[in-house]
């Protein structure tokens, strides 16, 4: 497959946690935007490293969203 871009590359410079409603809105457009283009990437074999990877990105990116919608939870309407 080879076109798996780490998470590290991913991931923005800045901690979510410093982020105002604007970025995290930003970032988690970026990450939903990525997992869409994993899932059309999805490697055939199930049993190969690949798949392994992308599975491991996926959950990682998953795990993102789920941050980031946490710290909107958090921030509420404060920044509307």
Excluded: C, K, N
């Excluded at 995290?24 to 970026?30: A, N, P």
């Amino acid at each position: 497959m080879g076109d798996i871009i780490s998470l590290d590359a991913f991931r923005p410079e800045q901690d979510p946690e410093d982020m105002d409603r604007r970025q995290l809105l930003g970032l988690l457009d970026r990450t939903r935007t990525r997992i869409a283009q994993l899932d059309e990437a999805e490697p055939e074999d199930p049993e190969s490293e690949d798949y392994d990877s992308w599975g491991e990105e996926h959950e990682d990116l998953e795990d993102l969203v789920d941050e980031i919608m946490d710290l909107l939870d958090e921030l509420g309407d404060e920044d509307e």
